[in-house]
């Protein structure tokens, strides 16, 4: 027991003065827990331990794998013996609707049977038959051994001879008994053995064990191989119930269900012939868990529809190789590769089976579209890099973004606007109906000479989906954006899909999510090759890449937000695909700026030189704190966010939605003022404004807002 000990009864000169001791005992010992809760307590250690569970799994595999070997084998023989493997076969092409199969295989069966009862009528003649033969065989036998006798007496001359090629038989058949008697012993011995390593070596083959038992690797499934047997399984475990009760009723368990597994590219694709009553959409709708069925992730297995009726494609990747990169663009590892409008296919990127996927884009429109940050101006401008490495090839184009993203076409472009603002939406327009403009006389060209030809013209625009929201409207009260028939945008392009083919006027749009307000019908609808990065729900699919490709298993929505950058579903006759499949996905090449501009430095360098008319989005260069002081006026003071109000409308362009309070107070602060609080709210004094444009005025100094 510690105590802690100080005066008891303490006197001092003031008698209130008085301190007590306090006792704190120690805590007592903790008792012991009860025998039987240590004892639980260790036999749960000994059981849950790593090497306690790796035993017993590897206990009970071998153990099972022993038992269902000789389940396997003594179906095998039964299966030999019987009609059983035929009959299981008339079910399972029963169960897929295949009546000439059935009958087939009904046919085997006759005659498997037939051959049977003639074999076992046979064996009711075999034993006289056999006594007959034995008996034959022996005498024959022994004339033979005293022929021989004779022929070896007359040579030695010896009347003895005559009975020892006889006697030397006996011996040897007793030499054998002999070796019988002394082998049986151990024979019945190792024998049982013998046959449960045989049994034991079939069930590990066939791994015949409950997967708990399995060993690490393949519990996991991680890099499984894809065999015929793990796909029906996957199919079976799907919970379509007639999918999981037909393939219990076929006797091969579902094999007759597949076609040959071939190796694709990155992964394996079969194609699986569903059993009558499921639907291919019923599969479709199961993606991701007929993925994990397989081991693999959701994005790792794409689902088609090929020509064959009830067939479905599976392409199944190896695990993890879609996450690996598929290297760079040829426009940036050859520097002699050029470009042929008409015949040429540009080198786009890679399809799911390795091999390149390249996109013709003659006399082709073109929509990308997805959401934003996915690589939608990369995968356009990796077209338009190799386009213009054709010559004869002319580009105007509209970047709605304005942040760079087209620059190198300065010099290859004729037309270049790039910026984000309501103006910048009426040059575009202007741009398309320009195009509409240059379309008609070529047409009218085309009327008087049939052979006239004309340089392609490609009308790209960037970031589509700002001129459709743009609200403008014209001086003749017609909206520049907008999906009706008065939208001087939409209309230009509508007029272009409809006739700008014939004279090779083209129109290149990339937008963001789309919607029947960002992209109309009529537009989508009028593009030829339509492509597809990530979108948000099937719906956007849908309107991205028109109702056949998804009903074919097109599926841009079931990509991967963020880790499938660059990946496209791509709607198109202009590049190559599988018989009987209406999309395709592609895996584009990025480009990077710097390669960007090496590769149109080299594509000017074909052309004679181009004079680009360029407009950018150049804001007006105005005194920021001069614009402060006019918008405060005579009022004392005024409120900050009044003070932002009327710069805003005081110059739109210069004071947008990036002047903030923070900004104002920053410029406020590089000329020794900022603003204050006046009962609890920020606001800017006229008199601190006036101050800082004296002592700016006095040290000679100037500030413009960008």
């Known amino acids: 027991m510690t105590e802690n000990v100080v005066p008891l009864h303490k006197h001092t000169a003031e008698p209130s003065s008085v301190t007590t001791l306090t006792v704190v005992p120690d805590a007592p010992p903790a008792r012991p827990a009860p025998l039987w809760v240590r004892s639980g307590r260790a036999v749960k250690t000994a059981v849950t331990h790593e090497r306690t569970t790796a035993t017993v799994r590897a206990v ?17 023989t039964w299966d030999g013996r019987t009609g059983a493997r035929y009959e299981r076969m008339i079910r399972a092409a029963e169960a897929a609707g295949n009546l000439e199969a059935a009958e087939e295989w009904e046919e085997r069966l006759q005659r498997f049977r037939a051959a049977r009862h003639h074999r076992r009528m046979d064996l009711l003649h075999s034993p006289v038959d056999a006594a007959k033969g034995v008996a034959v065989g022996a005498g024959m036998s022994i004339g033979l ?5 004779i022929v070896l007496a007359i040579s030695t001359e010896d009347v003895g001879h005559v009975i020892t090629p006889l006697t030397a038989t006996i011996d040897f058949i007793a030499l054998l008994i002999r070796i019988v008697q002394i082998v049986w012993g151990p024979a ?8 449960l390593l045989a049994l034991w070596s079939v069930g590990r083959k066939q791994q015949a064990a409950p997967p708990w038992a399995l060993p690490a690797n393949i519990r996991s499934g991680e890099g499984e191989p894809i065999t015929p047997s793990i796909v029906v399984k996957a199919l079976r475990d799907l919970g379509i119930p007639a999918l999981k009760n037909a393939i219990k009723e076929m006797g091969d368990a579902g094999a007759s269900m597949l076609g040959p597994i071939t190796i694709a590219g990155c992964g394996v694709e079969v194609d699986v012939t569903l059993p009558s009553g499921v639907a291919t959409n019923e599969v479709q709708n199961k993606r991701r868990k007929l993925a994990e069925n397989l081991t693999r992730h959701e994005h790792e297995v794409f689902i088609t529809i090929p020509t ?51 996109l013709s884009v003659y006399q082709r429109h073109l929509l990308i579209t997805g959401r934003s940050n996915q690589g939608k101006t990369a995968a356009l401008r990796s077209l338009a890099l190799w386009l213009s490495l054709d010559r004869s090839v002319q580009f105007w184009i509209a970047d709605l973004k304005g942040v760079g993203d087209w620059s190198m076409y300065d ?8 910026g984000p603002s309501d103006e910048h939406v009426v040059q575009a327009t202007e741009m398309v109906e320009d195009a509409v403009e240059e379309m008609n006389r070529r047409i009218e ?14 009308v790209l625009v960037d970031e589509a989906q700002v001129a459709f929201m743009c609200p403008v409207k014209g001086d003749d009260g017609r909206p520049y954006g907008g999906a009706k028939a008065t939208s001087r945008y939409f209309m230009a392009v509508r007029k272009i899909h409809n006739q700008g083919r014939a004279v090779d006027v083209l129109m290149w749009q990339g937008t963001q999510d789309p919607t029947d307000q960002n992209l109309p019908k009529l ?24 109702d056949k490709a998804v009903d074919d298993g097109a599926a841009p929505h079931l990509l991967r937000q963020g880790l499938d950058k660059g990946t496209l579903v791509v709607a198109s006759d202009g590049i190559e695909m599988p018989a009987g499949q209406s999309s395709i996905t592609v895996r584009t090449h990025f ?17 004679d030189g181009v004079t680009t008319l360029r407009v950018v989005d150049q804001a007006e260069e105005r005194d920021a704190l001069a614009d402060v002081a006019a918008v405060i006026g005579d009022a004392p003071r005024l409120r900050t966010n009044e003070v932002l109000k009327r710069l805003h409308a005081l110059a739109p362009k210069v004071y947008g939605d990036q002047w903030t309070n923070d900004r104002l107070k920053a410029l406020l602060e590089e000329h020794g003022e900022e603003p204050k609080k006046s009962h609890g709210v920020m606001v800017v004094h006229r008199d601190h404004v006036l101050r800082a444009l004296a002592h700016r005025d006095e040290n000679g100094s100037a500030s413009a807002a960008e």
Do not use: C
Request: hydrophobic share 45%; net charge neutral.
């Open 60 to 76: 009970a595999r071998h153990g099972l794998y022993t038992f269902n070997g000789g389940r396997i084998v003594a179906r095998r």
């Open 145 to 149: 051994l005293v022929a021989l006798g």
């Open 188 to 195: 019945l011995t190792i024998g049982p053995f013998l046959a």
């Open 308 to 358: 064959a009726a009830r067939t479905v494609r599976l392409w199944i990747a190896d695990s993890g190789a879609l996450d690996e990169p598929i290297g760079p663009s040829p426009l940036v590892t050859d520097e002699t590769i050029t470009a042929d409008y008409k015949k040429g296919k540009a080198p786009w990127g890679r399809n799911l089976r390795g091999d390149a996927a390249e």
């Open 411 to 418: 010099g290859i472009a004729d037309v270049l606007i790039e």
């Open 445 to 458: 060209v085309r009327r008087t000479d049939p052979a006239a030809t004309f340089p392609p013209l490609i």
């Open 523 to 546: 537009v989508r609808e009028g593009a030829h090759t339509r492509a597809s990065l990530v979108l948000g729900t099937e719906a956007q699919s849908r309107m991205a890449l028109g």
């Open 591 to 607: 480009i990077d700026d710097e390669p960007a501009a090496e590769i149109a430095e080299r594509a000017k360098a074909l052309r």
